[in-house]
């Protein structure tokens, strides 16, 4: 198994681009997240999902758009790319069964905007 | 804001040593979970303690939660080099869409030979 696979896992933007940071999972996980983590801050929550069709919003959501068409896919995307998103950003799902799973997370992506 | 404290914020230890972690929070959770982080890596998931328990544990991990303190302690005991790495704790708090993990600010371990 791959577990969860995000790409790119480095992107330098300038201020104002759009882009999309993609993250795939294999393990039929229903329960999908984005996390950006910051020096000091820990990881803070953007978007969720809890399964294909259904999104929701997190703790720092501004700027940030996401989808779920299927359950092995959850992009996200920037809208236009601010200097206050350079982070790096971590995708991580769980099986259901709210209980007793931990997540799974993605090796990250490093973004940079400039 | 952030749901979990750990304290302390950097520990540095020898190797064969036991190393204790706290993480402190503000809720009422569902279950609590502690992860690791090597450098430039993702997370890893160590372990998971519900609410109605107390103390698990998982190989050389004992985890400890008192949920009138709302504190959770995470013991490794005989650290190796290769325990260096940021611990950190999140506590997941039922909602109608699923539980959201929130992470505190870990505590980076470093275990000299």
């Known amino acids: 198994n791959a577990g969860v696979t995000q790409t790119p896992k480095f992107q330098v933007l300038k201020t104002g681009q759009s882009m999309t940071l993609q993250c795939a999972q294999d393990m039929n996980h229903e329960y999908m997240s984005w996390y950006r983590q910051d020096p000091g801050m820990g990881l803070r929550l953007i978007h969720y999902s809890v399964g294909a069709g259904i999104t929701d919003q997190g703790e720092v959501p501004n700027g940030y758009n996401v989808s779920r068409s299927t359950t092995e896919d959850f992009p996200l995307r920037l809208l236009s790319a601010a200097p206050s998103q350079t982070s790096v950003y971590f995708c991580?799902?769980?099986?259901?069964?709210?209980?007793?799973?931990?997540?799974?997370f993605g090796s990250g992506t490093r973004l940079t905007v400039v | 804001s952030q749901q979990g404290e750990e304290d302390p914020q950097a520990l540095s230890i020898q190797e064969g040593e036991n190393a204790t972690m706290n993480c402190s929070y503000k809720?009422?959770?569902?279950?609590l979970q502690w992860y690791r982080q090597n450098s430039g890596r993702g997370l890893v998931h160590l372990i998971l303690i519900r609410s109605n328990e107390r103390e698990k544990h998982s190989g050389r991990l004992r985890v400890t939660l008192d949920t009138s303190k709302k504190s959770s302690s995470l013991l490794i005991t005989a650290s190796r080099a290769a325990d260096t790495a940021s611990y950190f704790c999140a506590t997941a708090i039922l909602t109608g869409g699923g539980n959201k993990l929130t992470f505190g600010t870990g505590t980076q371990l470093k275990v000299e030979l």
């Open positions: 809720t009422s959770i569902n279950n």
């Open positions: 991580a799902s769980r099986r259901t069964g709210a209980t007793r799973y931990g997540y799974t």
